[in-house]
């Protein structure tokens, strides 16, 4: 699920959500995303999701290919210490765990982990590999998931993502175990292979 | 099976009319000749609106407008050639078990609500422009068709309610309520609301959706009862009797004229 | 919806709603005065109850057939048991479902069946709690609550229904889970007319107790149970900060969960005779529950609301503290994440091996916390037994790698 369908799910009902549209193309090219210090190259069209200045992070950009409900992938590029993958109240009495730049893998996984059961409505998450992989020529790691979601639909997600001068980059793609997922995962694994920081 | 909130609530909007609103694979042609549906749970029900607006379920109206609705849609299937099987259960079937209707279910809950979200309620994806309706059960469809021997699955809904009048202002919450997990009930002045969608089983692909609307308060137009032969043949015949070929398919035969 | 459900006591939308027609303050209702409204084999008979019936079949339908549910035949037949004893005249037609969803909440439907989530599981101390939560909600069943409630509701004029619309919206946002739920039903107005108002919620309360006192159960039971929500409450909101009692401001004019309690308590001694011996069947409970538990907690504690977690675990750990409860203690503090958090998360995991049963993920999470410090030999030595204990652990080839590095 994309980050932005699990904001829709949680966020209190107002007219912002009334207005939907505002999805846009991205073409077979290189993009910068998320805060412009990551560069990606599909290998085909994907359509950019509208962002929400109230609710979304300037360090987070979701695509779909097929709408949020069937597939995404989501960017987190550049995220500071401190920081959480989405906007929260300092009082909500569930909140998804901050990053810290000393973060291992296994712990931003039991981050992930938190961000769907917290504000994905998963009733069932389980790892299903964390591996050490490499990202942007970086040493990172590689974490596949399943979940079972409230609407009943069962989800497959893969994370790639490296811990780079104490600053978190991810390339998130989830969808759907029938079909989407499998339909997804080559364009993908080239976008994480295209995957190269600006700066 | 379960209804799709954001069709019931984007069409409330429509109402005062009858409005039905079609989408097609671009190679989609309407079934013809002879072939094999299956009508998976077909959601229907008939209630009445209260004065606070709420809809009060009618146990006997939803008995006889389903019985009427059934059989207008094996009449007008049979028109086309084809062999319509109609489940109320998700077991039973010979070939599949009710775990895997289950799951092609859940998966098409989905894929409607995907539909409904970026065809209809104007969150276009620019990757899906001009390409008709562009989405698929996948493999899964394919492997159910073939151990179950249907050529089409289709899953519909249909409501109707009898009513006082309509209130705006409750219209809107209802939509906004539909974006937070929760959706209001057919809070329109009473009419019809109806979906269906109707899946290739040999490709699985989904290859047209239909939403049908109409309110009934407006003077001067004449709604169907579903509760009635007439009215149920109606529906059916505004839900399913005016499929549209697909895009190519078309514009193939305005060449070949 | 249940008396209890947390979510609907920290958002009160519809408790707002509730309390405009539910009045003020008023006396308890004794559980003397609570017959059952209906008999054994209880059918739907006039025109409305028949089509909230047939609504509620299909809703059972899709209940009965929702992969959110825990299959379980032991438990589920447990459970079943429990109905069958404090169900009242009609405990062999009543139904009951467990879903994976990690709230204190259950639901009765009008045409019987019942809908209790995990979290709940995880909370009772007790066989005679948890009998007492579903002798509640029998008791909506055996009074027509649903029937009542639906009633009430239809009388209300057109700002009512604006109101409760505006209720439902602000009820579905609240909590993902049983907003799914509403979503998984798809009759999301139908179920927030479950909940109910004061009158009826105390009627449920007052028959609770008395359908629990004649199975044999303590009836004190209810009372602690609230006990334990409102400590529940109160520590969640300290752990970020913030009072309990701001969330009542709103709709001051709601019982407060102490004022039920002390209901439950006086009704309670009144119900007891003189003589019989009354149990909470503990053993039995932990017994029954022993499988799952480990499944129940590590739901509760991911979704790091850190003082309902630390309320929960310390709850459980009144039995005795074990390697398990002190591996959790450490995920709690681990997951909130504030200043000196880790430091204590590093101590619950070193706590947490010192005992036989610490699960292996003790092991890995102590490995990273000391070598996150430096002692990279201790790191190591946990790493290796981590791997010892779960050689096929999906994150077993990273740990390998910190093992190597």
């Not at chain 2, 009419?191 to 239909?210: E, K, M, P």
Request: charged letters at 25%.
């Amino acid at each position: 699920m994309l980050l932005a369908a699990m904001l829709s799910v949680a966020a209190p009902a107002s007219p912002q959500f009334l207005s939907f549209g505002g999805y846009t193309l991205v073409e077979a090219r290189e993009h910068k995303v998320g805060d412009g210090n990551m560069a990606v190259t599909p290998p085909r069209p994907w359509n950019r999701a509208p962002r929400s200045i109230f609710f979304d992070l300037s360090e987070v950009e979701d695509w779909t290919q097929n709408g949020v409900y069937l597939d995404g992938i989501s960017f987190v590029t550049d995220l500071k210490d401190k920081k959480a993958l989405i906007r929260q109240y300092r009082r909500d009495d569930r909140q998804v765990p901050v990053f810290r730049s000393d973060m291992t893998a296994p712990e931003i996984a039991a981050m992930v982990e938190s961000l769907y059961r917290i504000r994905g409505g998963a009733v069932d998450f389980r790892t299903t590999s964390l591996q050490p992989r490499q990202f942007m020529g970086y040493p990172g790691f590689q974490q596949d998931y399943d979940h079972l979601d409230g609407d009943e639909v069962r989800r497959r997600g893969r994370v790639v993502g490296a811990v780079i001068g104490g600053r978190l980059y991810m390339a998130m793609f989830d969808a759907t175990q029938m079909h989407y997922f499998d339909a997804g995962i080559g364009d993908f694994e080239a976008i994480v292979r295209s995957a190269r920081l600006t700066h | 099976m379960r209804r799709l909130g954001f069709a019931l609530a984007a069409c409330l909007v429509l109402s005062g009319c009858v409005s039905t609103r079609q989408f097609a694979d671009v190679e989609f042609s309407p079934p013809q000749g002879s072939y094999k549906l299956l009508v998976l749970r077909p959601d229907i029900s008939v209630g009445s609106v209260t004065t606070g607006g709420l809809v009060e379920p009618r146990a006997d109206w939803t008995d006889q407008a389903r019985t009427q609705v059934i059989a207008a849609l094996r009449q007008q299937q049979a028109g086309r050639g084809g062999d319509a099987t109609i489940m109320d259960k998700r077991s039973g079937l010979g070939g599949v078990d009710a775990e895997t209707v289950a799951e092609l279910e859940r998966l098409h809950y989905a894929v409607g609500s995907s539909i409904v979200l970026h065809r209809y309620n104007g969150a276009y994806l620019p990757t899906k422009r001009r390409q008709g309706l562009d989405w698929t059960l996948g493999q899964d469809a394919v492997d159910f068709g073939r151990k179950t021997g249907f050529d089409y699955v289709l899953f519909m809904h249909a409501e109707d309610s009898f009513a006082s009048d309509g209130r705006v202002a409750l219209q809107i919450l209802g939509i906004a309520g539909c974006f937070v997990g929760f959706c209001a009930p057919n809070v329109g002045g009473g009419g019809q609301l109806a979906y269906a969608s109707l899946v290739d089983l040999r490709t699985g692909d989904v290859v047209w959706f239909n939403v049908v609307q109409a309110g009934s308060q407006v003077a001067g137009i004449k709604m169907g009862d579903m509760r009635t032969a007439d009215g149920a043949a109606q529906l059916v015949d505004r839900l399913l009797g005016r499929m549209k070929p697909g895009r190519n398919v078309r514009e193939r035969a305005g060449k070949a004229k | 919806m249940s008396p209890i459900d947390r979510r609907s006591f920290l958002h009160g939308g519809l408790g707002a709603v509730a309390a405009l027609y539910a009045g003020s303050a008023q006396a308890r209702v004794l559980p003397r005065d609570m017959a059952p409204l209906i008999g054994p084999g209880y059918r739907a008979q006039d025109e409305d109850e028949k089509g909230l019936w047939q609504l509620m079949e299909r809703v059972e339908e899709e209940v009965s057939g929702s992969n959110l549910l825990i299959r379980d035949d032991r438990l589920t037949t447990y459970l079943g048991d429990i109905i069958g004893r404090v169900g009242g005249p009609a405990a062999k037609d009543m139904r009951i479902y467990l879903a994976r969803i990690p709230e204190f909440n259950a639901v009765m439907f009008p045409t019987g069946f019942a809908v209790v989530f995990s979290g709940l599981l995880l909370r009772m101390r007790n066989e005679a709690q948890l009998a007492g939560v579903i002798a509640h909600e029998s008791a909506h069943f055996l009074r027509k609550h649903q029937l009542r409630g639906w009633r009430d509701t239809r009388r209300k004029t057109d700002i009512f229904s604006f109101l409760a619309m505006g209720a439902g919206v602000a009820g579905g946002a609240t909590g993902v889970y049983a907003g799914d739920l509403v979503r998984l039903a798809q009759f999301g107005t139908i179920l927030s007319l479950l909940r109910y108002n004061r009158t009826l919620e105390a009627e449920a309360d007052a028959m609770g107790v008395r359908l629990l006192a004649d199975a044999g159960y303590d009836p004190m039971s209810m009372s602690e149970t609230w006990e334990q929500l409102i400590g529940e409450l109160n520590l969640s909101a300290k752990y970020r900060g913030k009072h309990r009692e701001r969330d009542f401001a709103l709709f001051s004019t709601h019982p407060s969960p102490e004022s039920r309690m002390a209901d439950l308590k006086l009704s309670a001694a009144e119900v007891r005779q003189p003589g019989k011996s009354y149990r909470d069947f503990r053993d039995r409970y932990l017994a029954e529950l022993a499988g799952i538990r480990p499944q129940l907690l590590d739901d509760q504690v991911k979704l790091n609301d850190p003082g309902a977690s630390q309320y929960v675990v310390e709850t459980l750990a009144r039995d005795g503290w074990n390697g398990f409860l002190r591996f959790h203690e450490g995920e709690i503090w681990r997951l909130r994440g504030k200043k000196g958090d880790e430091e204590r998360a590093a101590q619950g995991y070193a706590a947490a091996v010192f005992y036989a049963d610490a699960p292996a993920d003790a092991w890995r999470w102590h490995g990273i916390m000391l070598q996150k410090r430096g002692r990279t030999g201790e790191a190591k030595a946990a790493f290796t037994r981590y791997l010892q204990m779960a050689p096929n652990a999906p994150d077993a080839p990273f740990v390998r790698q910190m093992l190597a590095s």
